[in-house]
């Protein structure tokens, strides 16, 4: 058996293998409990919040085969928490199982070149953008998208890491020594009116469903809320849910992705792409009757979709570092990651308010 033949539906008491044992990992092992799937987590980290919810831990690096290998044959199916998985270790645990969402989806998630050449030939529009691997091609990309501008790292950026903001062609020699050294793009600053993302899923069968889009509030590059409903004009709901259907159904995709998006006068424009659960998702655990970590697990283990439907309105607040202290006086749900320790900039939690749905 190739491990790319489509798989029939994992039966319960199957094993999902995630890479990644952080909180979104846990979150979804909790949801596959709830279907009598098990989890098994592989994170180097021998405190991964997952694993406190998890039938196992493969405590291990990205770059260890032997165990790599091991954590495959364990398993049924294999999804992931975040992007920047080497290749050569999913070389190695392609070859053994079915990874979900594919390896397309992830390589072009992954570089944000690719992303917005992708998103293009889509025919969905992004920031104007341009390659940057010198000072002379900032200087260059400087003088044709004009200013302001973001210059970002093509990978491993993340919650505004790796990235910094261009008010002036003078500030370009800083700006490219703070990439040091590193692949990058630099994108025109769209001056949006709200930032939104629609959560998506699309089933072995090729079924797409969305959930309604909530409008995002980032705070030092860290998303602070969403609301949902997001405020939106007439149309732009169906855009933003039609788009991202046409993204899942271009990558072939299976699971659950987050689609980033600025709104502004002119239209829809696509950030950036996420293939997996999406932090501006969480507001589903409370406001809908089947959640994205639940919608991830049931694509993945070839089950059919489930109703994502919102039965109420919600505000989901991201608790960082400190934050976290309010759990005792919330009356609000209240979601913890199990993270010992509460560092500055570090997802704690979140809590969701729902109300009446409008
Ligand atoms: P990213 O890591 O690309 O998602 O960027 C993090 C945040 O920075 C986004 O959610 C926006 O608030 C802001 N941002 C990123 N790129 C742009 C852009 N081209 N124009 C305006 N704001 C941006």
Known sequence: ??????????????????????????????????????????????????????????????????????????????????????????????????????????????????????????????????????????????ASIGTPAILKTTRLGYDGKGQVRINATDEAEAAWAQMAGAASVLEGFVAFEREISVIAARGPDGAVTCY??????????????????????AGQHMDAVLLAGRIL???????????????????LIVNEIAPRVHNSGHWTQNACLVDQFEQHIRAIAGWKLGDGSRHANALMTNLIGDDVNIWPSTADALHLYGKAEARPGRKMGHTIRISPKS
Do not use: W
């Not at 058996?1 to 092992?29: D, E, K, V």
């Not at 917005?116 to 000072?135: C, D, R, W």
């Not at 309604?212 to 004009?233: F, M, Q, R, W, Y």
């Not at 159904?249 to 239209?267: C, H, K, P, Q, R």
């Open 1 to 142: 058996m190739t491990s790319q033949q489509p798989i029939g539906p994992l039966p319960p008491g199957a094993t999902i293998g995630i890479l990644g044992g952080g909180q979104l990992g846990r979150m979804l092992s909790v949801a596959a409990s709830r279907l009598g799937l098990a989890c098994h987590i592989y994170d180097p980290d021998p405190n991964a919040p997952a694993a406190q919810v998890a039938a196992k831990h493969v405590v291990a690096g990205y770059d260890d085969i032997a165990a790599l290998t091991a954590f495959a044959r364990g398993v049924d199916v294999i999804t992931y928490e975040f992007e920047n998985i080497p290749t050569a270790a999913l070389d190695a645990l392609e070859a053994l199982r079915p990874i979900h969402p594919n390896r397309r989806a992830l390589a072009t998630a992954q570089d944000r070149i690719v992303e917005k050449q992708f998103l293009v030939g889509l025919g969905l529009n992004v920031a104007p953008f341009a390659p940057v691997n010198s000072l002379a091609d900032l200087q260059a990309a400087l």
């Open 212 to 233: 309604d889009p909530g409008e995002n509030v980032h705070k030092s590059g860290i998303l602070h809320t969403t609301t949902v409903p997001a405020t939106l004009k």
């Open 249 to 267: 159904n271009a990558l072939d995709y299976i699971g659950v992705m987050g689609v980033e998006l600025f709104v502004t006068g002119s239209g």
